[in-house]
């Protein structure tokens, strides 16, 4: 069981930056694949970035290619999402979600956390 936290959302000009926190307890973590996924208002949920249980692995969806950097330090149980260079189009509620696979379909991971709300401004 992985019980998953989101922190450092917040209100953003374009251009400027956030660091999300994904916290999470449990055993399994350090071998749990980590993903990122966001959801905008009357869109679905969709895939940001995904890394490794080792962090050696990391895949990106290719609009945030660049600018997202996704990083975890299995030893404080925490993943992190830098991100620079926002776009007003970045807005949305920022999840992270742990699983066992190396999947971009948000059913494939198991553990959710509650979602975190970035705001980028024009």
């Known amino acids: 069981q992985v019980q998953l936290v989101e922190s450092g959302g917040g209100l953003v000009q374009a251009g400027g930056s956030l660091r999300l926190s994904c916290a999470a307890s449990?055993?399994?973590?350090?071998?749990?694949?980590v993903a990122w996924f966001r959801q905008a208002p009357g869109k679905e949920r969709e895939f940001v970035v995904r890394i490794s249980g080792s962090g050696r692995r990391q895949y990106y969806t290719d609009s945030v290619k660049g600018r997202f950097t996704i990083s975890r330090d299995n030893a404080k149980n925490t993943v992190y999402l830098q991100m620079n260079s926002l776009k007003p189009e970045d807005t949305a509620v920022y999840y992270c979600?742990?699983?066992?696979?190396?999947?971009?379909?948000?059913?494939?991971?198991?553990?959710w956390g509650q979602g975190t709300q970035v705001t980028v401004s024009s």
């Open positions: 979600a742990a699983g066992g696979s190396y999947s971009v379909k948000a059913d494939d991971y198991d553990y």
């Open positions: 449990g055993r399994t973590f350090s071998s749990s694949i």
